[in-house]
């Protein structure tokens, strides 16, 4: 049966505007899909153009170990990093348990190759922790400072016992550092003389930047019988020997030492062994004065942080 021509214009509207309607939404589709190719693209070209750097989450000091805990990892855009920037890429050859931080260094701060150093401080199968409180410190003397342990004579001679330690832990009074068998033996002799000899100070000075800074040679010479303590004392390894049969086997340091030390020690008299016991009181009484009042400063300025 023949449709009239009203009804067939319409369904031919009708169809007319479903392919419209299909042409359209195939192109609105399309369009989408684009769009969302593009999007795509662009966030892999941002993602692909990032890179993980290491961030410093608190202030730091220089030669202070670098903790893991300190370090925040972010992702920036590969422009902004620092060509010896610390990355995933290179992050666990670089950051160890034996790295230290050369100079202060401000929270937020992006951690580069160039910003640490290998410690100095090996443990060596001879090392031990030890604590003094008849050494003069520092007023501003600071856990993670580094020292050296110096003998100042009467007439003006300076010798450095010891050479650049970490100060573990210090109060008022006492420090502790960590000292190999034969700097035991070497700044226990100092000890002894310093208070052998009126007028002598044994003391400490510190490091500006211990992580830029190298450690300073150890001028001081013990006596021949102390040399030869560590040279047969079993504790002391190896290297430590070799490195002190350089040191202590040197005519010439020897014969400094007779003209400046023992001679100094001899004008003592029977005197000697008195200024071991007054000086030492005298020495631990004049610490406890100037570093008392320090770390009562720090304690004040601690708690009014709390409290506020």
Same mark, same amino acid.
């Given at each position: 049966?023949?449709? !009239?021509?009203?009804?067939?214009?319409?369904r !031919?509207s009708?169809?007319?505007?479903?392919?419209?309607?299909?042409?359209?939404?195939?192109?609105?589709?399309?369009?989408?899909?684009?769009?969302?190719?593009?999007q795509?693209?662009?966030?892999?070209?941002?993602?692909?153009?990032?890179?993980?750097?290491?961030?410093?989450?608190?202030?730091?000091?220089?030669?202070?170990?670098? &903790?893991?805990?300190?370090?925040?990892?972010?992702?920036?855009?590969?422009?902004?990093?620092?060509?010896?920037?610390?990355?995933?890429?290179?992050?666990?050859?670089?950051?160890?348990?034996?790295?230290?931080?050369? %100079?202060?260094?401000?929270?937020?701060?992006?951690l580069?190759?160039?910003?640490?150093?290998e410690?100095?401080?090996?443990?060596?199968? /001879?090392?031990?922790?030890?604590?003094? !409180?008849m050494?003069? &410190?520092?007023?501003? &003397?600071?856990?993670?400072?580094?020292? /050296? %342990?110096?003998?100042?004579?009467?007439?003006?001679?300076?010798?450095?016992?010891?050479?650049?330690?970490?100060?573990?832990?210090?109060?008022?009074?006492?420090?502790w550092?960590? @000292?190999?068998?034969?700097?035991?033996?070497?700044?226990?002799?100092?000890?002894?003389?310093?208070?052998?000899? /009126?007028?002598? @100070?044994?003391?400490?000075?510190?490091?500006?930047?211990?992580?830029?800074?190298?450690?300073?040679?150890?001028?001081?010479?013990?006596? %021949?019988?102390?040399?030869?303590l560590?040279?047969?004392d079993?504790?002391?390894?190896?290297?430590?020997?070799?490195?002190?049969a350089?040191?202590? !086997?040197?005519?010439?340091?020897?014969?400094?030492?007779?003209? %400046?030390?023992?001679?100094?020690v001899?004008?003592?008299?029977?005197?000697?062994?008195?200024?071991?016991?007054?000086?030492?009181?005298t020495?631990?009484?004049?610490?406890?004065?100037?570093?008392?009042?320090?770390?009562?400063?720090l304690?004040?300025?601690?708690?009014?942080?709390?409290?506020?």
């Amino acid at each position: 049966m023949a449709s !009239n021509p009203m009804q067939r214009k319409a369904r !031919n509207s009708f169809l007319l505007g479903v392919f419209i309607t299909m042409v359209i939404a195939a192109l609105v589709i399309g369009f989408l899909l684009w769009r969302m190719y593009q999007q795509k693209q662009q966030e892999e070209a941002v993602e692909n153009a990032k890179q993980t750097v290491y961030v410093l989450a608190t202030d730091v000091t220089s030669g202070a170990s670098v &903790l893991i805990n300190e370090l925040k990892a972010i992702d920036v855009t590969k422009d902004a990093v620092p060509v010896s920037a610390i990355t995933n890429l290179n992050y666990a050859s670089i950051v160890t348990e034996n790295t230290q931080y050369k %100079i202060d260094l401000p929270a937020g701060t992006v951690l580069s190759e160039d910003m640490i150093v290998e410690s100095d401080d090996v443990t060596a199968n /001879d090392t031990r922790e030890q604590e003094f !409180n008849m050494i003069i &410190l520092p007023t501003y &003397l600071e856990i993670d400072d580094y020292v /050296d %342990i110096r003998l100042r004579l009467p007439s003006g001679e300076d010798y450095i016992v010891v050479s650049k330690k970490k100060v573990i832990d210090a109060d008022e009074v006492t420090m502790w550092i960590r @000292l190999t068998e034969d700097e035991i033996l070497t700044l226990s002799n100092a000890i002894v003389e310093a208070y052998q000899i /009126d007028g002598t @100070l044994l003391y400490a000075t510190t490091y500006v930047e211990p992580g830029i800074q190298e450690a300073a040679s150890v001028t001081y010479v013990p006596k %021949i019988s102390v040399a030869q303590l560590i040279n047969s004392d079993p504790n002391v390894v190896q290297t430590a020997k070799e490195e002190l049969a350089k040191r202590y !086997n040197n005519s010439t340091l020897y014969s400094g030492r007779t003209d %400046i030390i023992n001679q100094a020690v001899g004008s003592q008299g029977e005197r000697a062994q008195t200024n071991v016991t007054t000086g030492t009181a005298t020495s631990i009484e004049a610490q406890k004065d100037s570093r008392s009042n320090y770390i009562k400063e720090l304690e004040s300025a601690q708690l009014n942080g709390t409290t506020e």
